[in-house]
Structures are given as structure tokens and as C-alpha cells.
């Protein structure tokens, strides 16, 4: 059993980038690796209008998945097909087949679940025709009970999307664009495999803006050859020139065999900034956005202003059945996870076929303590704090009182008179989100 002290985090005057030895890594410790079981309740047909009733208690989204894109950016895994001039017309007629059979299939119910947030993403869905994209929208509209506050989005990049496709498909229904603009810095972008240059960035967001819906865009930091002044820079490009409600603003995952990686490994690029510089890229992200006016509202999300609800994000982390439609799409109902066939002939074969195009079935094992705990860490680490110590295991409160209190003093949460505010994360603890939520599985399930 391990010492409450090794759970401590460093005393020092840059908590980001030093609270801690280890770099932030993905999440995976052993004690939340669960197995899902092979399933065996049959097929989609056999079993989800059932499931759709059993489980109207839980919130309720839709994800549409376009898998296309005009070409490959060269930090990106997710790359599947290209956009060609035919592509539009097609997938579209396919997506629209499965809307109509999935909604067969799910029952009446569909007409009575509210649904709170449709997503489109990809992939580039704003590479589908505006004709196409608006029709999409209708036929969701049409066929499910969508709540009337919900979120529709739909997810691009700035080449293409024009301000007559933001025009249709707010008439159609949607509410809010999300583009991957990554940097605005033009040399870079042209590095990176995208062809639209700052100028462009500016005139599209700015003919969208006029749409009415609201705008974020997301950002990356950590590029090889991104320095601290570009990724400022962009921060007061997007902030001031672009019309903004929010942005997300990720770190770069360099994917092994990626083109970027390649282009790595042959020199092509230097190595992306270390640990520390990303830390402190971190920091003074941070730090700008706040003084633009942003707040952060979930990890990796910050708004300036209420226009910017982020619900799909926020909702695809909690309790939430998704209905997946398009190749590669993935959901859940309950427990029941489904994943629609990536490959683009099976998938269409299988809509063709009139059935769901589900690949993949399985079933979500019944929770563990520890992953019990993992769940009540990040929902409460969505709303940028740690879960009040009322809701951790009764045998780990005590101790948890004193590392909280060490956490405090580390800088990762906020120092504050009253319990509740004591739990919200600083901008130490938002970097280092991750790894507290390791180190506070791992305590409670070593220390007693
Ligand atoms: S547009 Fe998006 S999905 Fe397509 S290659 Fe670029 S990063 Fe990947």
C-alpha cells in the first residue's frame, strides 16, 4: 500500500509544468480495464426497439459521420476517403436510407425520446453539397422528436464552406459550426496539408458568422516549428479578427505512422516542443484566452460568451444513448455499444440491404468500484473540478481531505473558503486532469 505522500504533488512556483514528474499520458490503468463481452442478444433488429424504450430515461443524441475529406492533413489518423465530385449525392442517399430504416427499426419511440444535440462530424461534412447537407438535417427533423433547444452541429474545415452552404443549413435547422482550424498561421498550415491562408480564415468565419449560428473553432498547440509567438498570435487572430463564441484547444497527438510522424522520423520536420515547452505553450494559452475574454467551461472547451453550449461534448461523456448513422459512426444504447461497418463498400452494401450497418456489437460490463469512481471523476473533471468528497468511498474521505488540501497547495485547485470552491481546478490542474484522476484511482483503490 502505497503512502498518502506519494499521491503529493510538487510545492513550486510552476505548477504546470512541474507539479508532477510524469508527463501527461493517456488513460489507461489497470484497475479501470474492463472487457466488454461479445454480445449475443442478435442483430440491431432483433433488439433496439426494445433497448431505445428500456433506456428513456438517459439523454438522447444523434451522430452523423462523414468519413470524406479533400485531402489529408498531415497530423491526422482519422483520414478515410476522399471527397471527390460525386461523393456528395452518393453518401448522402445512403445516409438518408439509414436514417429512414433506423427510425423503422427504433419504433414509435422515435417520435417521443427527445433528442438534445445531432452532430455531424467527420471527416469534412462541410465538403457535402449545401442541397445535400440541408436535406440531412430535414429528414433528421422529420423522422426524430428533436427538443426544441437542441443542438445541431455541423463540423468543416475553411476551404469549401461557403457562406451559402451556413445559409442552408441554418435554414435547415443547424446551430452552430464547428471548424478545425488548428493554427491560423499561414507557413505552418501549408506544412500541416491545409490550403486555406489566414485571409481566408477571416472572410469565411466573418460570412458565417452572418448565419446566425454560433461559431468555434478548435486549436492545437504543440506543432513542430509552432512557436510560443504563433500559437499567441493565433489566439488573437481568432479572438479578434474571426467573431468567435468558442474554441477548443487540443494538444498535439503525434500518431505514429501518421504523415507528420513519417515526415519526422526523415527529418523533414524537427521534433515537435518537448514536455516542458508544451507545458509552458500550455500556460500561456491559457492566460491569453482568459484575458480575450474566454472561460473555460470543460477541459478543452472555452466559450466568451452563452451563445456556445457545447451540449454534444459534454453530453457524449455522461449517460447518453447515441445513435450512430454513416460508415465508421459509433454509439451506444445502454449498455449495447454499436459501431457502423468503417469500410465504405460493406457499409453500403449493408444500408442497401436495408438493415443497420453495424459492424460491431458488444456490451459494456457492469462497473467496477474503481471504474465507478473513474466516471464520478470525469464527469465531475467536465465541469473543470474534482467530485465533492462526500461522493469518494467513505473509507478514503479523511485522507482524502489531506490531499486535497496538498493539492491546493500545489496550485491544482483553487484555494477558497468554501468546500465546493476548493474543488475546482486551477489552470494546473486543468493540464494535469489526466493524471489526477490516475493518481486518485489508483488511491482509492491502494490506500485504506
Ligand atoms: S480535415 Fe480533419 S479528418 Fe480530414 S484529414 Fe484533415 S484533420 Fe483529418
Known sequence: MKPIEAFFARVCDDPVGRAFDEEEKSFSPAALMQTPSAWEGGAFEDFAARAFVENAHRSLVLYVHVPFCRRRCAFCPFFKNISDALFSAEYTSLLAKEIGDTAKTLGSAVRERPVKAIYFGGGTPSDLDSADLALLIRRLRETFFIAPDAEITVEGRVRGFTSEKGKAWVDAGANRFSLGVQTADTRLRRRMGRIADRDEIRAVMNALGESGAALVLDLIYG??????????????????????????????????????????????????????????????????????????????????????????????????????????????????????????????????????????????????ASASFGRLIDEALEELRLPALERWPQSHREKGRELLSQWREAGLLHSASGQDEGMRLTCAGNFWAPHMKKLLIDFAAQTG
Open 223 to 368: 506543432f513542430p516549428e509552432q512557436t510560443e509567438e504563433i500559437l499567441l498570435d493565433d489566439i488573437r487572430f481568432v479572438s479578434e479578427e474571426t467573431g468567435i463564441h468558442g474554441l477548443d484547444l487540443y494538444k498535439l497527438s503525434l500518431f505514429p505512422g501518421s504523415p507528420l510522424d513519417k515526415a519526422i522520423v526523415k527529418g523533414e520536420f524537427p521534433k515537435p516542443p518537448d514536455f516542458a515547452q508544451r507545458a509552458k505553450m500550455y500556460r500561456l494559452a491559457y492566460e491569453a484566452l482568459v484575458a480575450h475574454g474566454f472561460e473555460p467551461f470543460t477541459p478543452k472547451h472555452w466559450r466568451r460568451d452563452a451563445k456556445e453550449r457545447s451540449v454534444y461534448n459534454r453530453l457524449a461523456f455522461g449517460q447518453t444513448d447515441m445513435i450512430p448513422f454513416g460508415s465508421g459512426a459509433g454509439g451506444r444504447i445502454g449498455s449495447i455499444s454499436l459501431g457502423n461497418a468503417g469500410v465504405l463498400a460493406d457499409y453500403e452494401k449493408k444500408v442497401l440491404s436495408g438493415k443497420k450497418p453495424i459492424a460491431r456489437l458488444a456490451l459494456s460490463p457492469p462497473r467496477n
